[in-house]
């Protein structure tokens, strides 16, 4: 009878625990929604083997580097650096500077640098780092149709592939891929009405 309770009394306090993280991180994540300043980055073309896991899309960008010149280099890799980021003439985020300190703006990514490379000259650094968000959810029953479509567009030099961000005190939340200028959810939904096929 003990054990019974003693049981019952840790399989409810594993499911309160559980429940507090989820809960959590819905609060993180409404946070970031609310309060973070939305980027567009470009996303780079992806492994046809290996886009999706379950109800996401796993997504790689092309703005992860930062330079600098060698007397100026004070990051190793492994370091934790705090990056805060400009717009091009397209709009698509760039790294515009990369601190060991705090910024004073909440719009920065807190990340790891990965990889330090000479340039041909040799008289320069480029610093690569690892975002803090790779992912895109969407619906179980999107999902297939969503990673027809994205393998579809990524096959295709001319479509362009960028995904819309909200950065936030360090941290990041994909919301949503555009492909051409069309979110993807959008872009199903239309594929759907218009009963094209999905290769």
Known sequence: ?????????????MVLI??????????????ILNKGE????????????DPFRGRYITLRFESTSFKTTKEDNTFIIGDLVYITFTTDQYGMAQIDEMSFEIPETTSYLEVPINYI?????????????????NRLYLEESKAPMAEALYLEASSDGDIEIYALVSVFNGTGL????????????????????NEEPFY
Not at 7 to 13: D, E, S
Not at 38 to 49: A, C, N, R, T
């Open 1 to 13: 009878m003990l054990k019974g309770k003693i049981l019952w009394i840790g399989f409810a306090a």
């Open 18 to 31: 559980q429940l507090a993280v989820l809960i959590k991180m819905i609060s993180s994540n409404n946070i």
């Open 38 to 49: 939305e980027l567009y980055f470009k996303v780079q073309p992806i492994d046809p083997e």
């Open 117 to 133: 490379s000479d340039n041909q000259a040799g008289d320069s650094l480029t610093i690569e780092v690892e975002y803090p968000f």
């Open 174 to 193: 994909v919301t949503s891929v555009y492909i051409d200028g069309v979110p993807i959810e959008i872009a199903v939904e239309d594929r759907i009405k």
